[in-house]
């Protein structure tokens, strides 16, 4: 059987990278500043992050138009979200072991 902390993903080590991937677990999609607003973060700090999840094929973005504003949404992947549970999921084996 394998060590747990060998299962944790290094994408997920980011607080924000957790806080965008629980955001987006529970929430079919979100658009930039509800995530923003969420999490806490500055504009900068959040697509820094948004970028790096996008790159992994964790997340969707899509970018359209409500009225004349800009208005970009998230949604979460299938392997985002199975890469987020099963970082998840070692997590608790971690804990468990540690009890």
Same mark, same amino acid.
């Given at each position: 059987m394998s060590n747990p902390i060998e299962q944790l993903n290094k994408i997920f080590d980011s607080r924000?990278?957790?806080?965008?991937?629980?955001?987006?677990?529970?929430?079919?999609?979100?658009? /930039?500043?509800?995530l923003k607003n969420l999490i806490e973060v500055t504009d900068g700090n959040l697509a820094t992050h948004l970028k790096t999840l996008e790159d992994?094929?964790?997340?969707?973005?899509?970018?359209? /138009?409500?009225?004349?504003?800009?208005?970009?949404?998230?949604?979460?992947?299938?392997?985002?979200?199975?890469?987020?549970?099963?970082?998840?999921?070692?997590f608790e084996k971690i804990i468990k072991k540690l009890n």
């Open positions: 924000i990278r957790i806080g965008i991937m629980s955001a987006l677990i529970v929430n079919e999609t979100l658009n /930039f500043n509800d992994n094929k964790y997340i969707m973005v899509k970018k359209g /138009f409500i009225g004349r504003k800009t208005n970009t949404t998230y949604t979460i992947t299938k392997s985002g979200e199975d890469a987020f549970r099963a970082h998840l999921d070692a």
